[in-house]
């Protein structure tokens, strides 16, 4: 029974839809977060900072 396990895992080349869906989720709270910190007002101070220093 173990081989056949082994045998079936190694035969799976690419995820199932399961898969995708909490790659999808993950991906999509991921860039949630993102946005989320991109946008505060600190860090658009900070990149208004470094874009103002580097095109003088």
Known sequence: ??????VRLRDD???NTAEYA???LAAVAFAG???K???SGRVQ???TGVIERALP
């Open 1 to 6: 029974m173990l081989r056949k396990l082994i």
């Open 13 to 15: 080349a690419g995820m």
């Open 22 to 24: 909490v790659g999808t």
């Open 33 to 35: 977060i993102l946005l």
């Open 37 to 39: 910190v991109l946008t």
């Open 45 to 47: 101070a900070a990149l």
